[in-house]
């Protein structure tokens, strides 16, 4: 009773606050952040009062059994202790360790608090071991950082702190090891310590945001370097991912044993305009690296994508890339690290995009399609398997093949082509709306450039972002249409007819493919068309042949309807409707011929497919800027795949037995069964009639309307 009223007074008191305007919220997660701790909302707001409880304790009336009320407090709370005793996996780090057990009480999965206190006994074991004279002040730390001093205080940031303390003296540590030993076995017992280190800075990164920036700054840039050390001195490790780090800006200061070295590191990671890899020491994910450009420093945009990381994780429907979504699928994001590859470069967005068509980074788009399909999807696979088949690569891929023609071969060895940074900034230019624009739309009309070239940057300039792709398409179209060449636009597939002959998808590819190969000469340079067909539906029995909606419309005119009961009585299975008490007649049982499987398909006859195809053929050709065959050559083509469909369709309805059918049922109603699509019936016109009529005429259910409904439509939308 006594917990009872304490928490009806703090309760009471709370309120109090909340009606004159304070923000308990805030207070609450200040309060916490005071002692250390980082809760959420709800968790915060319970702190907060039970601290105000302990507080007010003293001078809050206390009830008459209040001793026993507490003996049985006590009891509880010891045997939860010893529960949670017995049921801990993972028993606590000794108390004379350097980190204690505070992360224990973090808001974080036990999987991960298990990864940090495995981590933590292996790095402390080393930390131990070394001298005084090896660790720094945690002030000076802070200031080499750029943390303020009033952050210090807080518990949290102490221990974070304290770890980015044991990471720099560990840094310092390998750089003088690897620089001065050569025994493989030392190396690698080295690299696997700095290997805990990294965990434990990518454990804990989602923390340092809570209080200060310049924490997660810190903790990036010191990951990064202790990733840079254990890629390049790993055996084994991915050859290209080594020789693009080798060539980073930062990598002559890697090696720095003192405070200042580091400082020096890191002073790239906040220059301006650069071009920056995201890359991680995970062996089978070493080939997964990422290009990127920033107009801010390379840590802000982290900053910001850790921000679009975390509506990704929440399940939020954001639009955000691929890579992202990887992340977020693997649960590593924090695993993977920026470095600066360039800095301070005006054109960077235009060297970004070189750089991922030279290196093509498996977690750039389009790579990344390749074996990444987000399971909510957003995107539909590409069907393409092949690195060949991705337009932003295959331009300069199909450079190395025999087969390529001799009017691409001049376009790649253009200077302009060879130069891809100046590509893409030609690009880049004609996507803004800026007098640079006009600038180079009048250099791409000029004589120093070719009709062939303009369809090779159309090519390419698909795949520009949604803010420079539609004026850059604009131009490039109008110094297409400028020089008479032809009018292409996106890769359209072949519409065919469906048919019932066999391997009828390599069938037509073959057909399309001995087209377009033999006229590949007088095709458009650098526009392959695609060969993938899609199929046409045809209509099913219940769509050719019901009627009730025509008649409906007839009746709504004043058109009386006609019987047929003397067509329907001539069949055994015709019977009175039950339902209702009249003479007309109905046909059912016609379910067998009515059903949703491919017999109930109504295949068109020969000339109507060959007129499908025909227009089919013509329509590819047309849309895809290509010459047109004649039409008896398509003919010849296709008339294997017409005979063996004729062969095949001989137990199929087609549409003459349709229009026996409705010849037969004269002026007859035709409509499937209620909630029964498959079940087709035959009614007399008048029996219909009266169903509608008693459906929707019904003065217990519907009411007439007296006015006009196009008046009253008219009158609405005036109001």
């Not at 310049?214 to 990733?227: G, H, K, S, W």
Request: charged content about 20%; hydrophobic content about 40%.
């Amino acid at each position: 009773m006594g917990e009872v009223c304490h928490s009806v007074f703090v309760t009471e008191i709370l309120a109090e606050f909340r009606n004159r305007g304070l923000n308990l919220t805030q207070l609450a997660q200040s309060r916490a952040a005071q002692g250390g701790l980082t809760l959420d909302d709800s968790g915060a707001l319970q702190h907060f009062a039970k601290a105000m409880a302990d507080q007010l304790q003293g001078w809050i009336p206390n009830p008459q059994h209040r001793a026993q009320v507490q003996g049985k407090i006590a009891a509880v709370q010891a045997e939860l202790s010893a529960l949670k005793a017995c049921t801990t996996p993972n028993p606590p780090l000794h108390r004379d360790s350097m980190y204690m057990t505070w992360f224990y009480s973090l808001t974080l999965e036990r999987t991960i608090l298990g990864t940090i206190e495995k981590n933590i006994a292996a790095v402390d074991k080393w930390w131990r071991a070394q001298p005084e004279d090896a660790t720094m002040s945690t002030y000076r730390l802070a200031t080499c950082f750029g943390v303020p001093l009033g952050k210090i205080t807080s518990s949290q940031n102490e221990h974070l702190l304290l770890i980015l303390k044991v990471a720099v003296t560990l840094t310092s540590w390998l750089s003088n090891l690897l620089k001065t030993t050569r025994n493989m076995t030392s190396i690698v017992s080295a690299l696997a310590l700095c290997k805990h280190q990294i965990g434990i800075l990518a454990s804990l990164s989602p923390l340092t945001l809570s209080s200060s920036i310049n924490i997660f700054f810190a903790y990036r840039i010191l990951q990064t370097r202790m990733m840079m050390l254990y890629v390049q001195h790993r055996p084994h490790a991915n050859g290209k991912l080594v020789a693009i780090l080798r060539g980073a800006t930062c990598t002559r200061h890697l090696y720095g044993t003192t405070l200042l070295a580091h400082q020096q590191f890191s002073r790239s990671f906040f220059e301006p305009n650069a071009v920056y890899l995201r890359f991680t020491c995970i062996a089978k994910h070493q080939p997964l690296f990422y290009i990127g450009s920033t107009k801010d420093h390379t840590l802000g945009r982290e900053h910001t994508r850790y921000r679009k990381f975390k509506q990704v994780s929440s399940g939020q429907f954001v639009l955000s890339e691929l890579a992202i979504r990887f992340w977020s699928h693997s649960n590593n994001f924090f695993w993977w690290s920026p470095v600066p590859l360039y800095i301070r470069r005006a054109n960077h967005w235009a060297l970004e995009h070189a750089l991922i068509q030279l290196w093509q980074p498996k977690l750039n788009y389009p790579f990344i399609s390749q074996f990444f399909i987000p399971r909510k999807g957003i995107i539909s696979k590409i069907p393409h398997p092949n690195t060949r088949q991705f337009e932003i690569a295959s331009l300069w891929r199909k450079r190395r093949y025999k087969s390529t023609g001799k009017a691409l071969r001049n376009i790649l060895n253009s200077p302009l082509f060879q130069n891809r940074v100046r590509m893409w900034t030609l690009l880049q230019d004609l996507g803004s709306n800026t007098r640079r624009r006009f600038e180079q739309t009048q250099y791409i009309r000029s004589s120093a450039f070719s009709l062939e070239g303009c369809y090779a940057l159309r090519r390419l300039g698909v795949h520009l972002p949604e803010t420079h792709q539609k004026l850059a398409l604009q131009a490039i179209d109008g110094a297409i249409h400028f020089r008479n060449g032809k009018t292409i636009g996106r890769v359209r597939p072949f519409r065919a007819p469906w048919m019932l002959s066999r391997q009828l998808d390599s069938h037509i590819r073959q057909i399309l493919r001995l087209w377009y190969f033999g006229i590949q000469h007088t095709a458009v340079p650098c526009h392959e068309p695609s060969f993938r067909p899609i199929y046409v539906k045809h209509p099913s029995l219940m769509e050719a042949i019901c009627n009730h909606k025509e008649a409906i419309q007839n009746w709504s005119d004043e058109i009386t309807p006609i019987c047929t009961c003397s067509t329907l009585r001539k069949f055994p299975s015709a019977r009175a409707f039950p339902n209702l008490n009249c003479e007309h007649w109905v046909l059912d049982g016609l379910a067998q011929i009515a059903g949703g499987s491919l017999n109930s398909k109504i295949f068109p006859n020969k000339k109507e497919l060959q007129r499908l195809f025909l227009e089919a053929f013509h329509q590819w050709t047309k849309l895809n800027a290509i010459p047109c065959p004649t039409d008896e050559w398509i003919l010849q083509q296709f008339s294997p795949i017409l005979a063996d469909h004729s062969r095949r369709v001989t137990n199929h309805i087609t549409a003459a037995t349709t229009r026996q059918l409705q010849e037969q049922f004269a002026n007859c109603i035709f409509h499937n069964e209620d909630k029964r699509a498959s079940s087709l019936r035959i009614f007399c016109p008048c029996q219909y009639f009266q169903c509608i009529d008693k459906t929707f005429l019904d003065s217990a259910i519907f009411a007439r309307f007296p006015e006009n409904p196009s008046d009253s439509l008219h009158i609405t939308m005036q109001h």
